[in-house]
């Protein structure tokens, strides 16, 4: 077993890097969103069977005859059944196929999508790996975490939502001081970790053009560690399928950060979603 405690932190990233590239083709992988979809009327859905529509309870509600063979929730549908979404504490499974499955997500505005993924997505077939920047320990941050008053948000921009933002609880500042520069970020709540959503001068030359994300934790001192090479692509540079946040004004570098991910490459180094 190899002791972690003497690996140096370019090998540490090594194995992070496989890690990323091994879970981005999984069944539920980044590369394996080929639908989102929201349902506000009775509608079909591309690429899978069935008629989809609002549920008045929540979730959506599917119609669809048995030899259509989707199974929710273990059951062969035969008519009209609920579908409920993951805003339910019991959220319902979708199986279309053996390579094809689904899920219904919530807005926070009350309306649901169905999601589907494909284990054997043109995506997964085509991936070659993500392109990196090798280890750069000038990109490993100390900054300092002040915690905000209960409540504090800021809006985010998102990729698809034509300009509008959605108020994300920002649980402190993050602050610090590099090359003469001062610093004040805004990372959002993202289970137990914070979302730093940043841009930097290499967005649309060495990196994707949207920007990229840091998921970092503070320490039990007030500081929190930057580690910008394990900067990761969003979601949305996988597939197209995802509506990726966007950075906010303060979270935009005027430097390069040569650190982290730079793009996802097909199996012949070209870009995938070039």
Request: hydrophobic residues 35%; aromatic residues 10%.
């Amino acid at each position: 077993m190899t002791d972690t405690a003497t690996e140096t932190p370019e090998s540490q990233l090594a194995t992070y890097h496989e890690r990323r590239e091994l879970s981005v083709v999984q069944p539920l992988g980044s590369l394996a969103l080929v639908n989102t979809q929201w349902v506000d009327s009775e509608q079909t859905i591309y690429g899978v069977p069935g008629r989809w529509a609002p549920n008045p309870g929540g979730g959506l509600t599917v119609t669809a005859e048995a030899s259509d063979n989707i199974v929710v929730d273990g059951e062969l549908v035969d008519g009209t059944v609920v579908v409920r979404g993951k805003d339910d504490p019991n959220p319902s499974t979708i199986v279309f196929s053996d390579t094809v499955t689904g899920f219904v997500i919530a807005s926070s505005e009350g309306t649901y999508a169905l999601r589907v993924w494909d284990s054997n997505s043109d995506g997964i077939q085509q991936f070659g790996g993500i392109d990196a920047f090798g280890y750069n320990p000038e990109w490993v941050i100390t900054a300092k975490f002040t915690e905000n008053p209960a409540g504090t948000t800021l809006g985010f921009e998102h990729l698809k939502d034509d300009g509008q933002t959605r108020e994300e609880v920002i649980p402190g500042e993050i602050t610090f001081t590099k090359d003469g520069v001062d610093y004040n970020l805004a990372a959002f709540k993202a289970g137990r970790a914070l979302q730093l959503v940043f841009a930097d001068a290499t967005n649309g030359d060495d990196t994707y053009s949207v920007g990229r994300f840091l998921f970092v934790a503070p320490n039990p001192d007030g500081t929190i560690t930057l580690d910008f090479n394990r900067a990761v692509l969003p979601p949305c540079a996988f597939s197209y399928n995802f509506n990726c946040p966007l950075p906010p004004k303060q979270n935009r570098f005027g430097v390069r950060i040569e650190a982290g991910e730079k793009n996802v490459l097909a199996k012949d180094g070209t870009l995938l979603h070039g």
